[in-house]
């Protein structure tokens, strides 16, 4: 390539050839003379990151070019691409053809290729004489050979990552993480959105044929059930739809705000509701997290000026960060082998019984509704992904937590390979724990009841219970037979047994852990300081579900 080719990383600062670093504080003189200087032909490489606004490596590339080339290259295992079921593929390219259209209304195209980047930037690099690549870092270790491949092709550096607070290593409880975090202060506004009136993208004839955004049939990915193409709750790909559900999002948490309490979701998580949670365009980039953080707490500050902001408002968010933050430079964090900061738990191997919980055949219709409406339509309440995921673990079957990995990273819209796999260590007290001591777990039967209290949800996704009695729905097996043949379900016959006892599941195999900083488990599972009608809540009064906290 050109000897003044050049990446730019997500924090805008430039790398050349010849090693000469210039960044965001260059002198006044630099940033006219890179004003006057608009000759780079540049391609940005999209990879997690697919929006345009709040996107400071795309801003960094346009910043001195003529030509702009918007570049995705499906390699296999982009976005996730290597596990993702039909749902997550589905939202990929919905999220793709949204880029495709916005940059139509500015006069360009995205262009896609088939291919390994090394391979195809070879080729366009030459074709195309570009001079500068722009890309948004990805810190996930899984990332580093991919990128570090194009880097050493384009003759450039890439970004050090360095951990300066608590002594360069990584906080591994979240108590530590805030305090990190809040030595660093909040993150920084969001960037301007970019300017395509001075720069050009190129067309080319046939884009569609040679370019074009491909189907899921040209991808070969064909549904796996067909409530897959007949789901309830849709979710939908893409920065335009995630724009607009932010502003959504917003409504109910200004509601929340005023009436004295943050994260409304977390009372009374609506299960059946419209979809207003924001994490999957979070983990394809749809939106910004940055974008996202300062509208909460914009929000919040307009209501209450003068108040201390809680850290309860973005915790959610400051999770999602922290498991980012725990995986840098561990390759092996999705293991429990080889994996320094994984206890290496004798869990069982069981096959079959992971199928069960897979396919929503447990007995038990709170867990199995979740895993039905997770095959089906690729998302699941954080109090549901909770209680699925104890009941695999450390609640009932007693089985190793990479198992669930692997179910949730085919199926779940959201899942990445850090945060999923952090959330899984966490709630099988596998990792994140400064104290380890004596079990605790949700009972499928007393939190299904709690979070469902209607049974809406379970009668939705577990159709053969629909005339189930709400008193029995739970634990359909406590029916009386002329109760079961009245609701036209027999148990066992139409609706499984309950595979395992769980009392007996819970109690008669606990070598090891479970949380044990109570304030921890709190914010990770959702639970408030104070209830909406005031007063101070405690586990116990809040939800009888949780069992020994």
Same mark, same amino acid.
């Given at each position: ?10 924090? $805008? ?13 260059? +002198? ?18 999209? !990879?997690? @990151? ?27 295992? *982009? ?5 993702? $079921? /039909?749902?997550?593929? !589905?939202?990929?390219?919905? %999220?793709? &053809? ?9 006069? $360009?195209?995205?262009? =896609?290729f ?12 030459e ?8 890309f ?20 450039? &550096?890439?970004v ?12 591994l ?14 993150p ?39 409530? #897959?193409?007949? !789901? ?8 335009? &739809? ?12 200004e509601?929340?705000?005023?009436? @004295? /309490?943050?994260?409304?979701?977390? /009372? ?8 207003? +949670? ?24 307009k209501?209450?000026p003068d ?8 915790? #959610? ?14 390759i ?32 038990y ?12 339509? $690729?998302?699941?309440?954080? *109090? ?5 995921? %104890? ?15 692997? *179910? ?11 945060v =999923? ?15 380890? #001591? %004596?079990?605790?777990?949700f %009972? ?43 609701a036209?379900c ?32 709190r914010q ?9 009608? @005031?007063? &101070? ?13």
């Amino acid at each position: 390539m050109p000897q003044d080719s050049t990446t730019v990383d997500s924090d $805008g600062s430039h790398e050349d050839h010849d090693s000469t670093a210039v960044d965001s504080d260059s +002198s006044q003189d630099d940033q006219d003379q890179e004003d006057q200087i608009k000759n780079h032909i540049t391609v940005h490489w999209f !990879r997690h @990151g697919l929006r345009l606004h709040d996107n400071p490596s795309l801003l960094a590339g346009m910043k001195k070019s003529s030509v702009l080339y918007p570049v995705f290259i499906f390699d296999g295992t *982009v976005a996730g691409t290597k596990t993702a $079921g /039909y749902n997550r593929m !589905r939202f990929l390219i919905e %999220c793709l &053809k949204d880029m495709d259209d916005k940059l139509k209304e500015v006069g $360009g195209r995205l262009y =896609c290729f088939t291919g390994q980047p090394v391979d195809i930037f070879e080729k366009i690099v030459e074709e195309w004489g570009v001079t500068q690549v722009t890309f948004e870092s990805d810190p996930e270790p899984i990332w580093k050979d991919r990128d570090n491949s194009v880097k050493n092709l384009l003759q450039s &550096k890439g970004v050090q990552v360095v951990i300066e607070v608590n002594g360069g290593s990584p906080p591994l409880t979240f108590a530590l993480f805030n305090l990190v975090t809040t030595t660093i202060g909040d993150p920084p506004r969001p960037v301007d959105d970019p300017d395509f009136s001075k720069v050009r993208i190129p067309l080319v004839d046939n884009h569609a044929e040679k370019f074009g955004v491909p189907t899921l049939e040209k991808l070969g990915i064909e549904p796996e059930f067909p409530e #897959q193409n007949s !789901r309830i709750n849709k979710w939908k790909g893409g920065e335009t &739809k995630a724009l607009e559900l932010m502003e959504v999002r917003m409504k109910s948490e200004e509601k929340a705000f005023i009436a @004295g /309490y943050v994260m409304p979701n977390q /009372y009374q998580p609506d299960l059946t509701g419209p979809p207003l +949670s924001m994490s999957a365009h979070l983990r394809f980039g749809c939106l910004s997290v940055r974008k996202f953080y300062w509208r909460i707490y914009d929000k919040f500050r307009k209501i209450y000026p003068d108040a201390s902001v809680p850290i309860s408002l973005t915790a #959610q968010l400051v999770w999602r960060e922290y498991f980012y933050t725990m995986s840098v430079d561990n390759i092996n964090y999705d293991r429990v082998m080889e994996n320094p900061i994984c206890l290496k738990i004798p869990w069982y191997n069981n096959p079959e019984a992971v199928n069960k919980w897979t396919m929503g055949q447990t007995g038990y219709p709170w867990i199995d509704a979740i895993m039905n409406q997770l095959r089906q339509e $690729g998302w699941i309440h954080h *109090v549901c992904r909770h209680a699925v995921s %104890c009941f695999l673990t450390r609640g009932d079957l007693w089985i190793s937590w990479t198992e669930g990995l692997k *179910v949730f990273l085919k199926y779940l819209l959201d899942a990445d390979w850090s945060v =999923c796999a952090g959330n899984w260590m966490w709630v099988s007290s596998s990792a994140f724990e400064k104290v380890l #001591q %004596c079990p605790h777990c949700f %009972c499928p039967v007393r939190y299904g009841k709690r979070m469902d209290p209607d049974g809406e949800f379970v009668r939705r996704y577990i159709p053969v219970l629909r005339n189930m009695p709400l008193r029995y729905l739970f634990e359909p097996w406590k029916a009386p037979k002329p109760v079961q043949e009245k609701a036209n379900c027999i148990i066992g016959k139409d609706y499984p047994l309950p595979m395992v006892d769980h009392k007996k599941a819970s109690a008669e195999y606990t070598p090891h852990c479970a949380p044990s900083n109570e304030n921890e488990v709190r914010q990770f599972v959702w639970l408030p300081d104070h209830s909406p009608k @005031g007063g &101070k809540c405690t586990a116990t009064f809040l939800c009888d579900a949780m069992e020994g906290l």
